[in-house]
């Protein structure tokens, strides 16, 4: 069965500051894989997906995130921080069996920038 | 133009009562999901309605009742409401596919009293 596993909970940085959520995965077949992010007290908006095309996806706001199949990961990074960057960030996974469209999340992991 | 709407936006109410959460969206998509999100911000799948025929059932209490009248607009009707329901509920929808993008809904911050 599918699964992702965000490592980290909370992730601090300062503003300017590398961005780094990681993101792996577990799927027998190759997965399609996204990253959405959560302002509080709003809705899931998507920032990026892999779908089987380049391994290396450019997202909205800066973000992009690598599919590495030997490391079964899709981490998400942005070069510089922003202090409209913090929000809750969930990495999923398609379920492709049953072709449903159904996603499988990640705890989430939130994001904090410091000034 | 608000893509995937739902209301209410807020609901309290009391235990054993019995509430409806209603979502529309507006992007032609065919499918149409419920998802729950609890205290520590988990997000889990529900139910899904693919063309008003339902096509995922997770393992929910049978007190969990969707509805779809139409392609647009996917209802959850909760009886008996338990302390435990307790929750965030957001409505999505997408075109049925694997790698298609689900455009979440705001929102109802359900509190059970």
């Known amino acids: 069965a599918q699964s992702v596993t965000q490592l980290g909970s909370h992730v601090s940085v300062s503003e300017g500051a590398l961005v780094l959520l990681r993101c792996n995965y577990s799927s027998s077949v190759p997965p399609y894989l996204f990253w959405y992010v959560q302002y509080p007290n709003q809705g899931l908006q998507l920032l990026l997906k892999?779908?089987?095309?380049?391994?290396l996806v450019k997202g909205i706001n800066g973000f992009e995130a690598e599919f590495k199949k030997s490391e079964t990961s899709f981490h998400l990074t942005k070069p510089s921080a922003h202090m409209s960057d913090a929000a809750e960030y969930f990495c999923?996974?398609?379920?492709?069996?049953?072709?449903?469209?159904?996603?499988?999340f990640g705890q989430g992991t939130t994001l904090q920038v410091k000034p | 133009d608000t893509a995937v709407s739902q209301t209410p936006k807020y609901l309290v109410t009391q235990m054993g009562n019995d509430k409806s959460i209603k979502c529309e969206q507006n992007?032609?998509?065919?499918?149409m999901y419920w998802y729950k999100q609890d205290s520590k911000k988990f997000l889990k799948i529900m139910f899904s309605?693919?063309?008003?025929?339902?096509?995922i059932n997770e393992t929910v209490p049978n007190r969990f009742s969707p509805k779809s009248p139409d392609k647009a607009h996917l209802n959850l009707h909760i009886n008996s409401l338990e302390l435990g329901d307790s929750a965030v509920y957001f409505c999505?929808?997408?075109?049925?596919?694997?790698?298609?993008?689900?455009?979440f809904g705001p929102g109802t911050r359900l509190l059970v009293l």
């Open positions: 999505a929808s997408s075109h049925l596919g694997q790698g298609e993008t689900q455009y």
């Open positions: 309605y693919n063309n008003k025929e339902l096509i």
């Open positions: 992007l032609g998509h065919d499918t």
């Open positions: 892999y779908t089987s095309a380049a391994t």
């Open positions: 999923a996974v398609s379920d492709p069996p049953s072709n449903t469209g159904k996603l499988i």
